[in-house]
């Protein structure tokens, strides 16, 4: 009876080893139920709008840019090109137009899908992303700056931007597309978490 009980703990002791092991390599207790799910909180539906007028200055930036380079090589001609590229160098700014119009109108609302953003359990949890997609976890314990920070385009639609900062630059996180308060909200209350954090420890 003594060696069976003997077995039975010898074998309990072994599985909590097992399960401590298999925390250790996943960043601790807790951190699977975080894993590749979908964040609580998503960001203001007016970042769509941000997304779409950064995308938009950008696609004239591009559009201005391709039909100067156009008019360079054509008033040029440079020898070194093909007579063929020379011959249709003002195809440049329409395709450079029609590659960027999809995109344009697209990746706001996917942005928007993707971005998500949750603080739960001393933990902020943040996916980002467009065509690749990014998950953030950052425990509030290490969080050394929080900051919120506005663009002129933010600034127009009451958007803001929080930003928080550990001692790696792996671990910090950057959240776009918080209406102000929630975001003044969001950063107010995690520094105030760290500080109590950092009090606990000491």
Request: aromatic fraction near 12%; proline fraction near 4%; charge should be neutral.
């Amino acid at each position: 009876m003594s060696d069976r009980a003997d077995e039975h703990s010898t074998a309990s002791q072994e599985a909590r080893a097992s399960e401590r092991s298999v925390e250790r390599r996943r960043g601790g207790p807790g951190r699977d139920r975080f894993s590749l799910r979908d964040p609580a909180n998503p960001v203001s539906r007016k970042a769509i709008a941000m997304w779409l007028l950064e995308g938009l200055f950008w696609s004239v930036v591009l559009a201005v840019g391709s039909y100067m380079l156009a008019r360079w090589i054509d008033g040029d001609r440079w020898s070194w090109l093909p007579a063929w590229v020379l011959d249709n160098i003002w195809w440049l700014p329409g395709v450079i137009v029609v590659l960027l119009i999809p995109g344009l109108f697209i990746e706001p609302f996917w942005r928007y899908a993707v971005h998500r953003w949750e603080f739960s359990e001393d933990v902020v949890y943040a996916r980002s992303g467009w065509i690749s997609r990014e998950w953030v976890f950052v425990p509030v314990s290490r969080i050394q700056t929080v900051d919120k920070a506005q663009g002129w385009i933010e600034r127009m639609l009451g958007l803001a931007t929080v930003e928080i900062r550990t001692a790696s630059h792996a671990g910090s996180s950057t959240i776009k597309g918080l209406d102000y308060a929630v975001a003044a909200e969001l950063a107010e209350g995690l520094a105030r978490r760290a500080e109590e954090l950092r009090d606990d420890a000491t």
